[in-house]
């Protein structure tokens, strides 16, 4: 255990001006893993938070093609595809209504 | 293939995970009272920024408002924005991109070329600092600042009020550091890239171009201090681009090469990102080389103003003499009038306007009314000196730049 705290600790002193990333919990669902696989490995997960519950299908889609192609996220197909689905079905606007 | 900092990135996530749970509030600053108080962000901002947004520590900085942990986007909030200098350890953060090293000033260099120089030339951070210093009060802002206040939403950063400030920016004339090389008449654009890369080698690194003409202007820096203090890393150290007048997108951070082109750069956040529809806004300055038919690339501020005295709903006295305040700034022809109305819009009273600190910088200004029992709408409306005001119906456009939308606030006397 003290082993351990010393290895954060010595971690921390080694980055100190990286930014201390707290976790962020997204809604449990299908497609959660491929989620944090993928969007995780460029950007923390607030990015999908920040941007909700006001984008409609087709503009997770749009995002979705965007960072594939402009943005060359080595996405697969399937984990494209589960994405998609669990962004519309968690984060999205087509089955909801925002308060103003 | 995964960069080094991605990995470091996920180190923080165990090591944050300790320090989750810290508290949410800020302390009051206006008229020092030690209270503290609860982030309250506009009820025009997407429901899940105003969940997920909280108060953060960068190291070296004070609490802002985090909207995104990675790249680092953080803003200030209003309440640091009432005086005309915003301090270093207040100023907003903005990164497009996670591979974010800390630069070693001992070992800095910035290479300068192109094929639109005669030659190469570089700096070390002494040799940069022997060039003549110039200093300038300017408003750094970025192009999104106020995105998350459209309606409709538009995808990105969701940034509120505070993804800007002012600050005294000292450093060497860019057009001094393009004489080392040798600027040729045909070089059309300069173009500047930064320490800071992407995660993935596929993703375009963040470079950027301004014209010619912009970049030898005498106040377009290469700056290397703000506030009479060296940059703050999350702000640039060692040295970062200045562009008076010209939104953020410009303003390279960890600036390490700087190149002069004779056709216009082709990089993505130049062809891609950061552009608005032609004949949209009222802006003076034009980008020539990157124009299309259809969009050109943003360029100066537009005219805008904040009341940041009081918070939407504060409280105040009835029936005494009270002062509401806040900032005006524009692209850089600089502000004429700041105009209050307490009588939403129908009429409209001059607010006088503080130290003028030239005309990149904000403009402060206060007014002074007395309010009835009840709810009265204050707004607050800037013009320049070449006649723009602030709209009062926002200007749709697909990425959300230029929110110059009247601000107001309301105030509840009793």
């Known amino acids: 255990m003290r082993a351990l705290a010393i290895a954060l600790l010595t971690a921390l002193m080694a980055a100190p001006v990286a930014a201390e990333e707290k976790p962020v919990t997204l809604k449990k669902g299908p497609g959660l893993e491929q989620v944090e696989a993928n969007c995780g490995a460029c950007h923390s997960l607030d990015y999908i938070q920040m941007n909700s519950p006001f984008m409609a299908s087709a503009t997770w889609d749009a995002e979705i093609a965007k960072m594939i192609n402009a943005f060359g996220a080595p996405i697969s197909e399937a984990d494209a595809r589960a994405i998609a689905d669990y962004l519309k079905a968690n984060y999205g606007s087509d089955h909801v209504t925002e308060n103003r | ?414």
């Open chain 2, 1 to 414: 293939m995964i960069n080094r900092r991605t990995l470091l990135g996920t180190a923080g996530v165990s090591a944050g995970a300790a320090l989750a749970g810290a508290s949410l509030t800020l302390p009051r600053l206006f008229g020092g009272e030690a209270e503290a108080q609860p982030l309250s962000l506009s009820k025009a901002l997407p429901q899940g920024l105003r969940d997920s947004a909280t108060l953060d520590a960068l190291p070296g900085k004070k609490p802002l408002i985090k909207l995104a942990y990675r790249p680092p986007n953080y803003e200030s909030p209003v309440e640091y924005l009432r005086t005309g200098i915003t301090a270093n350890d207040e100023f907003f953060v903005r990164y497009h991109l996670s591979d974010i090293p800390q630069v070693d000033a001992k070992t800095w260099k910035l290479s300068v070329g192109g094929d639109g120089a005669n030659g190469q030339a570089a700096f070390d951070l002494d040799e940069l600092k022997r060039l003549p210093a110039v200093e300038v009060t300017a408003v750094c802002q970025c192009s999104g600042n106020r995105r998350g206040l459209f309606h409709p939403h538009v995808p990105g950063v969701e940034w509120g009020y505070g993804a800007m400030g002012c600050a005294k920016w000292k450093g060497a004339r860019l057009k001094d550091v393009l004489d080392k090389a040798g600027l040729k008449k045909e070089a059309v654009e300069i173009v500047f890239n930064g320490a800071d890369g992407p995660a993935l080698d596929k993703t375009p690194d963040f470079v950027k171009s301004i014209p010619v003409w912009k970049a030898i202007e005498e106040t377009t820096l290469v700056a290397y201090e703000m506030n009479g203090g060296p940059l703050p890393h999350w702000n640039g150290f060692p040295a970062r681009i200045v562009v008076p007048g010209w939104t953020g997108t410009y303003w390279m951070k960890h600036v390490v090469s700087i190149n002069a082109v004779t056709k216009p750069f082709e990089g993505f956040w130049m062809k891609s990102a950061y552009r608005i529809p032609v004949g949209k806004f009222p802006v003076v300055a034009r980008f020539i080389t990157q124009e299309t038919a259809a969009n050109t690339p943003i360029t100066e501020c537009v005219v805008n103003s904040l009341i940041t005295s009081h918070a939407d709903g504060a409280p105040v006295k009835a029936g005494s003499r009270m002062s509401v305040g806040g900032i005006s700034w524009d692209g850089g022809y600089g502000i004429r009038v700041v105009e209050v109305s307490t009588d939403g819009g129908k009429t409209w009273a001059e607010a006088t306007l503080g130290p003028d600190a030239g005309k990149y910088a904000l403009r402060t200004w206060t007014y002074q009314f007395i309010p009835q029992r009840g709810h009265t709408k204050v707004t607050a409306r800037a013009t320049n000196a070449i006649g723009q005001s602030q709209t009062a119906a926002l200007i749709l456009n697909p990425a959300g730049y230029h929110h110059n939308v009247m601000h107001s606030v309301t105030l509840v006397a009793a």
